[in-house]
């Protein structure tokens, strides 16, 4: 393109343009030529190419220019450029950078000069710039573009089928924002429901059309479905008409800020769920009882397990996984579903519950089974056992009694708590040993065992031996 800026016309020259150039010799003159261009070519006043200066790195296929006429080293379509060129520079004129392209084995080099004449005109200078990197660019640039261009049009044909789903849907759905309840969209069967004309509910808040005694019920279901991605559907009442419907609301985030997905599915299309009295003595049996899928996420659990696992609601626990509440990570669950495997059902299981960060848990027994197929569900009782072993009287039971009894600890203990029962378990043994050799005479007991009186009464306080009630020593 020829523009303004290609050229030296208009441009501000050397203020000392005699005292800088006049004694230019001819090294300095040949290197000023070569680093003005990619390529300088020097011609004759026919076009012929005298010299060449070039990377030949760069130009491989220019070798070899020297002898030939310029015009015959070009392109058809940049011929009548060179001529302009070498024309232009006959006369005088101010010369225009334009691009020419040179023909090679390789393919096409496109170069812009810009010709000087020198020498009292007998002589012409070519200097050219490369011009492969800019095509490069240019050519990414168009790449982008187009990618651009097909990604809009592919958005925009999804949002033309998403909007003809969403306008012709049965269902009433609105889009509303989190933070106000102000309506965003709302479909055609949302505007019929509440009884609104059409295009009418964008920009309006939602509880207007609510009655005022579903309003805490609307509250609720936004507060879970901005902490959970699954809640329950709610039963609410349309103020027009005091309809009533199943609302079901999802929330999501866009633009830096939250919205809700609102279906209002009116409460007589849903099929009347015929009472089942196992779901609800589920629902109250004090023993905490949770279902999961073949992930092991929870689907649904009853009242006692949200309260192990001090939750607000069963909302809270679906998609969550067990492993985040149930067992040591990594081990309790996978000898559990091992188990049910082998023998189709796990019983009572000693493991531990966890809530929040608590890393040691409260001891608990649990009792699984496993439906049939690859995507089965599994069912887990428990069973909380911390509380009733804190509750019982301390006695002389309440340590294990043998080898076999500390060996039964693994998986229900740590190693560090197998090692202090089994510190205390010997300790114990040898001193009722010595109570027994003594015949229950304490001072000759402490001396055996090489404690101190006070020590031995201390201990057996803590083991609960001897009659120490009635001991006056």
Avoid at 81 to 86: A, P, R, S, T, W
Avoid at 132 to 147: D, F, I, P, T, Y
Avoid at 252 to 264: A, E, S
Avoid at 377 to 400: C, E, K
Wanted: glycine content about 8%; some cysteine; aromatic content about 6%.
């Amino acid at each position: 393109m020829l523009t303004r800026k290609h050229s030296i016309d208009g441009k501000h020259p050397f203020g000392r343009a005699t005292a800088l150039f006049d004694s230019l010799d001819a090294d300095a003159a040949m290197k000023l030529a070569m680093m003005a261009g990619d390529v300088t070519l020097v011609l004759d006043e026919a076009g012929t190419i005298l010299d060449a200066a070039y990377d030949p790195r760069e130009f491989p296929t220019f070798s070899g220019l020297v002898g030939n006429n310029w015009i015959d080293t070009v392109s058809d379509e940049s011929r009548p450029k060179v001529m302009e060129m070498l024309a232009a520079a006959r006369r005088g004129e101010v010369q225009h950078w334009r691009q020419v392209n040179h023909a090679s084995r390789e393919g096409s080099v496109p170069i812009r000069y810009a010709v000087l004449s020198v020498d009292g005109g007998r002589h012409r200078i070519a200097f050219g710039r490369d011009l492969r990197e800019a095509g490069k660019l240019q050519q990414r640039l168009l790449q982008v573009q187009q990618s651009l261009e097909r990604d809009y049009l592919r958005m925009r044909q999804l949002e033309a089928r998403y909007r003809m789903l969403f306008e012709r849907s049965t269902e009433p759905v609105l889009i509303v924002e989190a933070g106000t309840l102000r309506i965003r969209e709302a479909n055609p069967a949302a505007h019929a429901l509440v009884g609104a004309r059409a295009g009418s509910l964008p920009g309006k808040k939602l509880l207007n059309f609510i009655d005022r005694n579903s309003h805490e019920a609307v509250s609720g279901l936004v507060g879970a479905a901005l902490a959970s991605d699954t809640i329950s559907p709610a039963r609410i009442r349309i103020a027009r008409g005091s309809r009533e419907v199943m609302a079901v609301v999802n929330g999501f985030t866009q633009d830096r800020g939250q919205f809700l997905l609102v279906r209002l599915v009116p409460a007589t299309d849903r099929p009347a769920a015929e009472f089942s009295p196992v779901l609800s003595l589920v629902d109250q049996m004090p023993d905490a009882f949770v279902v999961a899928d073949s992930n092991l996420e929870i689907v649904t659990a009853n009242a006692a397990f949200v309260e192990l696992c001090q939750a607000a609601s069963v909302d809270q626990l679906r998609g969550r996984h067990l492993s985040e509440s149930i067992g040591r990570p990594g081990i309790d669950l996978e000898l559990i579903e091992g188990q049910i495997d082998q023998h189709g059902a796990a019983r009572n299981v000693a493991t531990i519950l966890r809530v929040g960060g608590d890393i040691e848990g409260e001891p608990v027994e649990l009792s699984a089974v496993r439906t049939a197929g690859d995507e089965g569900y599994y069912a887990f009782v428990i069973r909380p056992i911390g509380r009733r072993l804190r509750d019982l009287p301390p006695g002389s039971q309440d340590l294990p009694r043998s080898v076999e009894q500390l060996t039964d600890l693994v998986g229900r203990m740590s190693l560090k708590d197998i090692v202090r029962e089994s510190t205390d378990l010997i300790e114990r043994l040898c001193i009722e040993a010595a109570l027994s050799y003594t015949s229950d005479n304490r001072a000759s007991a402490a001396e055996i065992l090489g404690l101190s009186r006070q020590s031995l009464y201390s201990k057996l306080h803590r083991y609960g031996l001897g009659n120490l009630a009635g001991d006056a020593e």
